[in-house]
């Protein structure tokens, strides 16, 4: 029992040794940043001074520094920048276009391996082809009907001759043909 009591006691010393250790760094933290923006102020109010003493300001001097370190001037600078977040603006929302593109087909794809739908089939074809096979089979009942026999006048058989000819009729029809009762008689 003695060395659970004397493990929970170190558990304790530690946690606070180290509550003390995390505040300390946290206020350490806080007081050099602190200090550090005091000595940037004093830097920065101290170069002012010696610019003012040899007569530059401080946009002239960054109008030096960017001539010396690029050749152009801070004008040229902000133009050749624009120019290059327009050119950036293009590319990036050209690669987004493609990117959308490249996603939506990795998706189908994706949803495809994952539920494979069987593919929608197409009615159409079966209506053509019952078209089709309507129409042969009214081709074929067309062809298939009975000859029309001509009209027997009263049954008068005249019969045949050489020298017979056909005469039309008032109705229209060919009067000089045979029936095909009077040719069975004989």
Do not use: C, Y
């Amino acid at each position: 029992m003695d060395e659970v009591k004397a493990m929970s006691r170190a558990g304790e010393n530690v946690g606070k040794a180290m509550g003390t250790g995390v505040r300390t760094a946290r206020t350490g933290a806080a007081k050099a940043s602190r200090v550090g923006s005091d000595v940037t102020r004093q830097a920065v109010a101290l170069a002012e001074q010696e610019l003012a003493a040899r007569g530059i300001s401080t946009d002239d001097l960054q109008e030096r520094i960017a001539q010396r370190a690029t050749g152009m001037s801070r004008k040229e600078l902000a133009k050749r920048g624009k120019k290059a977040r327009k050119e950036w603006d293009k590319r990036t929302a050209k690669q987004r276009k493609q990117l959308a593109k490249g996603t939506k087909a990795a998706r189908k794809e994706l949803a495809g391996r994952i539920d494979p739908a069987k593919p929608k089939r197409r009615k159409w074809p079966w209506i053509v082809l019952l078209l089709a096979g309507l129409a042969g089979a009214a081709a074929a009942a067309l062809s298939r009907r009975p000859e029309e026999l001509p009209i027997d006048d009263g049954g008068q058989f005249k019969p045949s001759g050489a020298g017979e000819q056909s005469s039309s009729t008032e109705n229209g029809q060919v009067s000089g043909v045979q029936s095909q009762q009077g040719s069975r008689n004989h």
